[in-house]
């Protein structure tokens, strides 16, 4: 089988954004709102349990606070604020790709495969994460950006990879997933696609059981590992 197309997960497998751009970015929209909320490191590990930025917030009014404080438009606004911030964050260079996701992306284009993405997050934020760190035409290196609300159901919901499969044309078994979190991971695998797993400090401990590979960072992962994964040379 050819290793024709890789789909990337954005927060917590190309940059390491949750705990000092997501949560950080949500602080501030907190206080420029008034609300006497902070999500310290460990609290939002436990929040991330829920995937995208106002489920998040939802999740913590309802399970945490357990009082409705903001209603949806309110959350919609704040988490706009939140939006705001972040690509601050971004633009001030403040969010470096995880070491070695650049060399696999030029591996990966000079053999002419494919390059995808498939997030959770709002989509500015991921252009905005590219430009940042790849430069102005980062974008045209990713034949599809799938992300944020384009589908109803967020992951662990395979819908997002779906939606990027649909995009790209290309058949799952063609294509390799990297994720860095369980939600990722079942959202791909429920997608059909083989993943592979690059940990962080949150998602250490999570259950990778259906994952083909786990890795703790990208000193490993190249062309060469994911074509054998894929089965690519193998009759
Ligand atoms: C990413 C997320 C996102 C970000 C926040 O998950 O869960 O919610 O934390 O982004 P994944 P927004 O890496 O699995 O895609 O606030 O823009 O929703
Ligand atoms: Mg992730």
Excluded at 109 to 136: F, Q, Y
């Amino acid at each position: 089988m050819k290793l024709k197309c890789i789909i990337f997960d954005v927060d917590g497998t190309m940059a390491d954004t949750e705990r000092d751009g997501h949560r950080v970015a949500f602080n501030l929209a907190f206080e420029e709102k008034g609300l006497d909320w902070h999500w310290d490191e460990n609290l939002y590990g436990k929040l991330l349990a829920v995937t995208g930025g106002k489920e998040r917030i939802k999740y913590y009014q309802d399970e945490f606070l357990k009082q409705q404080v903001l209603n949806k438009q309110a959350i919609k606004d704040l988490h706009a604020i939140k939006t705001k911030h972040y690509i601050k964050l971004l633009e001030t260079g403040k969010i470096p790709l995880r070491k070695g996701v650049e060399k696999l992306i030029k591996q990966a284009r000079d053999e002419n495969i494919t390059l995808a993405i498939s997030t959770t997050t709002t989509p500015i934020n991921v252009t905005a994460l590219l430009k940042a760190n790849l430069g102005e035409q980062a974008q045209s290196l990713f034949k599809v950006i799938a992300a944020g609300d384009i589908v109803k159901n967020k992951k662990p919901a395979p819908d997002i990879y779906l939606y990027a499969l649909e995009q790209l044309k290309i058949d799952a078994k063609n294509c390799i997933a990297i994720e860095d979190s369980e939600a990722g991971l079942q959202s791909a695998v429920q997608a059909g696609l083989k993943t592979i797993i690059t940990t962080n400090q949150y998602t250490k401990n999570q259950d990778f059981t259906q994952a083909q590979q786990i890795h703790s960072d990208f000193s490993r992962i190249d062309t060469q590992l994911l074509k054998n994964i894929i089965g690519e040379n193998h009759v």
